[in-house]
Every structure is written in C-alpha cells, then in structure tokens.
C-alpha cells in the first residue's frame, strides 16, 4: 500500500508499506525520500548511529496512506538510514491494526 511520510506537516518521501508481522502491526518498507528529506537526513543519520533508529521521540513521524487514512501505530514510527547504505532508507512502524487497515483500504 502506497503512503505517505511526513514529519510535523511537511511531506520528506513516499513509502510503498507491506505488512511485515501481522500479529505485531508492523508495516514496513522502503523510503523513496524527496528533497525536504534532506533537511533532516544528517539528524536521522545521528539518531541511527547512535540507537540505531530515527523514532518519533526524535521527529513527529506521520505516516498517511493513499486513501488518507492515518495510521495510529502504538509502536510508533522509525526510519532505518545509516551513512554507510545512503540509498537504502527503510520505514518500519509498530503496534498497528491490521484488521482496521485492511477494512479501510
């Protein structure tokens, strides 16, 4: 399902989500960012090599599907992006509902 990432109300990429563990929520999948992502590229890098993940303890990670459904993950939302695979950003959010996304869409 294709969707939409953004941080407070500024659009950073898009992400075309699967669900990676039904029983657990998670959705995951892989960040195709666009230019605004860049102002927030180096940050996300720190958080990941830090912790090994951006949260949204770090920014306020929205993540809107194309139908305009907002997800609601009580695990949260968090991005995967080290220095050393640039090109590779994944997206994994935790701790949603399945069964209400699915009816959505």
């Known amino acids: 399902m294709k ?3 953004f941080i407070d109300e500024i659009l950073i990429g898009i992400i075309n989500l699967e669900i990676s563990d039904e029983s657990m ?3 995951s999948g ?3 960012p666009n230019k605004a992502y860049k102002n ?3 940050e996300i890098h720190k958080h990941f090599e830090q912790k090994g993940i951006s949260n949204i303890e770090d920014f306020n990670y929205k993540i809107l599907l194309e139908n305009g459904f907002q997800l609601k993950p009580e695990g949260g939302i968090g991005i995967l992006h080290s220095r ?5 950003i994944i997206v994994e959010t935790a701790g949603n509902n399945i069964e ?3 009816n959505f869409c």
């Open 3 to 5: 969707a939409k990432l």
């Open 25 to 27: 929520g998670v959705l």
């Open 30 to 32: 892989v960040l195709i």
């Open 40 to 42: 927030y590229q180096n």
């Open 84 to 88: 050393e695979f640039s090109d590779e």
């Open 100 to 102: 209400e996304i699915k």
